[in-house]
């Protein structure tokens, strides 16, 4: 005699539109699946703590959801929290074609060229299920509503804090200056002062220490 688990169900875990999923091929699924996994493999310039290792793009995108989600939480922002998850989450995408643009780079002003083109291709790519992709992307370029403006704090903050905690290593190797990292922080002190604050004290640590040019 056969035993049944109760606990285990034969019906479907999620409640799909059965006329719309007979024209979504699975294999087309797959295939935007892995256009987003080519982000894994943009280096970034930053070394991830206790590695000697450079953090990737879909690292950053991570921790910069999760920097995002933690700190309007704990300071009880007035926060689209879905809003701004999926913001940090398209953050980057762009840079799976363009590559990664170091903030103190003389490109840096036009990276966004490039990463735009690389967010349409996504948009149009076969699989692709998010609808308003460039949309939510555009926004985190160039929208100014609370959840972009939080987002570009906390964009700033992990990588100076990253530099931070591996003894300058980015700094040092590319030849960083004081007043580069202070003018690339400055926009923080209208939109989250405290953290700018904190971000002034450690810079002025990293000057003495000789991990930022102190120029």
């Known amino acids: 005699m056969s035993v049944v688990n109760p606990a285990v169900s034969t019906k ?10 007979v024209d979504i091929d699975i294999n087309d699924v ?15 310039r930053s070394y991830v703590t206790g590695t000697t290792r450079l953090e990737n793009s879909a690292e950053h995108s991570w921790h910069l959801a999760m920097a995002c989600w933690s700190i309007a939480e704990q300071f009880e922002l ?16 762009g840079e799976i074609d363009a590559g990664d643009t170091f903030l103190y780079a003389s490109t840096r002003s036009t990276a966004h060229v490039e990463e735009r083109e690389g967010i349409a291709r996504l948009q149009n790519e076969r699989g692709n299920g998010i609808t308003n992709l460039s949309e939510v992307w555009e926004e985190q370029e160039t929208g100014d509503s609370k959840e972009t403006q939080l987002l570009k ?9 990253l530099n931070l905690n591996t003894e300058g290593k980015t700094w040092i190797e590319l030849g960083v200056t004081r007043s580069q990292v202070s003018g690339a922080h400055a926009f923080i002190k209208d939109s989250f002062p405290s953290i700018h604050d904190w971000l002034s004290e450690n810079i002025k640590y990293a000057t003495q220490q000789g991990w930022l040019i102190d120029l």
């Open 78 to 93: 007035d926060v689209n929290h879905e809003k701004l998850l999926k913001l940090a989450l398209v953050h980057d995408l």
């Open 153 to 161: 704090v906390i964009d700033r903050l992990l990588p100076f804090l």
């Open 30 to 44: 797959t295939h935007f699946l892995l256009e987003l996994d080519a982000l894994k493999r943009v280096n970034r």
């Open 12 to 21: 479907p875990i999620l409640s799909i539109d059965s006329t719309r999923a």
